[in-house]
């Protein structure tokens, strides 16, 4: 029997932070236009849901985190992730987006027909397998940039003769014991920053083993600004200049640090000398090989990652994994370091549109060969969206001008009967690089799934929140890159094509 499809004018395609923020500005920019959001899992918060090991948290600012029409409440700027899923998961329910949420639902396969004008989606129950079909006018995928059931591991030799536990934290187990334990932590980012000072409040000792160093910064738990506005304005206020705070100080820093990259590695050195005092060998363990800001920075709250290093209870190891050993990890330096449980947090698998086939007219796109149209759509795919956030600031903030740009962008079109938007890439030769241009390792293994960008607008992908504000919410719709097409005009294309 054929499936039966469910028709919308709009299908959002995740229920993360991106997913609820999407919903959100649908229902109140364009109350006029149907909806669901598919969600591959059974629950809401994405990254929020999925990552539940020990000291989960943010490493941005929540002010700018979290949504700017449903306020974050408190002080903390880097709040945990239950902390985080709970908020998203609020925010659904106060605007009653979770009632058009469908959990369980795997996006496989978008098809565009332009004679239709209307994306056919393809999907599966993750339940038992049964087939689903969707169909709508605008797709809006916001499925994040990883795959979710599995992260990067290397194939280390020897791996299979340890005796002990190997955890990647893409997939911590529930209740894992590891009080009194002697754990190794491989790797040098986000993850394992976070992950080591929370491990290390009950574990026997906490080895932080990395390749190459990463740049830690220790930013305040609570920003003392921002403290001093709640202090003394009303709630509201104190929010909005809160968030605008952080965006600017975000700005200001990334900037500098990229037009003086050396006097910014100095400061940073500087502060972990302070930290960790004048014989740690700060050179060899956190001074890495890089530029500021060529990868994403780690933030260390209030320090917590270096107190724990002064204090004992972590130490740091810069080497090479020669071989695993049954009771540790033999490196190329000859020493060995043993251990109960080794903790991979070795980085992302990159999965474009969640792993979805995307298909226009019958042709497979390849994502990695489009050029990014204001760093929302993609060159000769028609009414899709992907909402992606900044690598130097807070997802949210691009995500949220991402959706307010495709409801700008659909009550254009309802208001002078378009039913097709789409980017064409520019006659004239344009240069392109990766849209996204960080040196970090799950970027490098995946450059052909990165989508390019041109050196000028609207192709190019920027990383300020001021130039995309203008483009995203001020700038022409009809700006002779997007073409626009009315049914009739889509008629008599496909006439012509039919001759």
């Given at each position: 029997m054929p499936v039966q499809p469910s028709a919308y004018d709009v299908l959002i395609v995740g229920a993360g932070l991106s997913g609820i923020c999407a919903a959100y500005y649908l229902q109140t920019r364009c109350p006029t236009r149907s909806y669901a959001i598919l969600e591959s899992r059974d629950a809401i918060g994405g990254t929020w849901d999925l990552f539940r090991y020990p000291g989960v948290r943010s490493d941005s600012d929540m002010h700018t985190l979290g949504y700017s029409f449903r306020p974050w409440r408190g002080l903390k700027s880097m709040a945990d992730g239950p902390s985080i899923r709970r908020y998203i998961e609020?925010?659904?329910?106060?605007?009653?987006?979770?009632?058009?949420?469908?959990?369980?639902?795997?996006?496989?396969?978008?098809?565009w027909s332009s004679a239709e004008a209307r994306w056919t989606v393809d999907a599966i129950r993750v339940s038992d397998g049964a087939p689903a079909r969707f169909t709508c006018s605008?797709?809006?995928?916001?499925?994040?940039?990883?795959?979710?059931?599995?992260?990067?591991?290397?194939?280390?030799?020897?791996?299979n003769r340890?005796?002990?536990?190997?955890v990647h934290p893409q997939q911590w187990p529930d209740n894992l014991d590891y009080a009194g334990k002697r754990m190794v932590v491989i790797g040098s980012g986000a993850t394992a920053v976070t992950l080591a000072p929370a491990l290390a409040e009950h574990a026997a000792h906490v080895t932080i083993l990395q390749r190459s160093p990463t740049y830690i910064v220790a930013l305040p738990a609570e920003d003392p600004v921002m403290r001093r506005f709640?202090?003394?304005?009303?709630?509201?206020?104190?929010?909005?200049?809160?968030?605008?705070?952080?965006?600017?100080?975000g700005m200001y820093f990334y900037t500098l640090a990229r037009?003086?990259?050396?006097?910014?590695?100095?400061?940073?050195?500087?502060?972990?000398?302070?930290?960790?005092?004048?014989?740690?060998?700060?050179?060899?363990?956190?001074?890495p090989r890089y530029n500021p800001w060529d990868q994403r920075l780690c933030v260390a709250p209030d320090g917590d990652l270096f107190q724990a290093i002064k204090a004992g209870k972590i130490s740091i190891v810069t080497d090479q994994i020669e071989r695993f050993t049954e009771t540790g990890i033999r490196l190329a330096s000859g020493a060995e370091l043993g251990a109960d449980i080794v903790v991979t947090a070795t980085g992302l698998v990159l999965k474009a549109m969640g792993g979805a086939q995307i298909i226009v007219d019958g042709a497979p796109v390849d994502l990695g060969k489009t050029l990014t149209y204001r760093g929302a759509m993609f060159s000769d795919v028609p009414n899709l969206a992907l909402a992606f956030g900044y690598a130097n600031a807070s997802w949210t903030l691009k995500c949220e001008l991402i959706a307010q740009y495709v409801c700008r962008l659909l009550?254009?079109?309802?208001?002078?009967?378009?039913?097709?938007?789409?980017?064409r890439r520019p006659n004239v030769p344009l240069p392109t690089k990766p849209a996204v241009t960080l040196t970090s390792g799950y970027i490098q293994r995946s450059l052909d799934l990165v989508p390019r960008q041109g050196e000028r607008a609207p192709w190019k992908a920027h990383q300020n929140y001021l130039r995309d504000l203008l483009s995203l919410r001020f700038s022409r719709l009809n700006d002779g890159a997007l073409e626009f097409v009315r049914p009739e005009q889509l008629q008599a294309r496909v006439a012509r094509g039919a001759r």
């Open positions: 609020e925010t659904a329910r106060a605007y009653g987006i979770d009632q058009k949420i469908r959990f369980g639902y795997r996006v496989q396969r978008a098809a605008f797709l809006f995928m916001c499925t994040g940039y990883y795959d979710y059931e599995h992260g990067y591991t290397p194939d280390w030799p020897d791996v340890f005796r002990g536990l190997i709640y202090r003394r304005l009303p709630p509201g206020i104190a929010y909005r200049l809160s968030r605008w705070w952080s965006i600017g100080v037009r003086l990259p050396d006097a910014t590695r100095r400061n940073i050195l500087k502060q972990v000398r302070a930290y960790l005092g004048p014989d740690f060998d700060v050179e060899t363990h956190f001074n009550n254009y079109m309802g208001k002078r009967g378009y039913v097709q938007c789409t980017p």
